[in-house]
Nanobody, 126 residues
Framework: QVQLVESGGGSVQSGGSLRLSCAAS????????MGWFRQAPGKEREGVAA???????LYAEPVKGRFTLSQDNAKNTLYLQMNSLKPEDTDMYYC????????????????????WGQGTQVTVSA
């Protein structure tokens, strides 16, 4: 049974940093694409950053240069380092996994993912 558990959210001031973690279990971690998504109440879920099993990464334009993906395959954990946070980054952040996403430029499309975590809240104050 695939499980994704996010952690690391919280409240910070504008310009601060947070690191989100997504601990995965129940599947062969290295064979899956994984991504981070965010969603505000009443809005559609949007892709933030993702990586496929070949190591291709894709970042949404609003976070390029500020957010960085990394992973620890030994711990089956995906990280999202978020720097220079802005109030508009305030959202619920979700981790997701999918067995295969092709072509790689679909990595930020929520419909491509089968498995989702419960989310972790990020709040950035001005």
């Amino acid at each position: 049974q695939v499980q994704l558990v996010e952690s690391g959210g919280g409240s910070v001031q504008s310009g601060g940093s947070l690191r989100l973690s997504c601990a995965a279990s129940g599947y062969t971690y290295s064979n899956y694409a994984m991504g981070w998504f965010r969603q505000a109440p009443g809005k559609e879920r949007e892709g933030v950053a993702a990586i496929d099993s070949d190591g291709n990464t894709l970042y949404a334009e609003p976070v390029k240069g500020r957010f960085t993906l990394s992973q620890d395959n030994a711990k089956n954990t995906l990280y999202l380092q978020m720097n220079s946070l802005k109030p508009e980054d305030t959202d619920m952040y979700y981790c997701a996994a999918a067995q295969k996403i092709e072509p790689w430029w679909l990595l930020l499309q929520p419909l491509e993912y089968n498995y989702w975590g419960q989310g972790t809240q990020v709040t950035v104050s001005a």
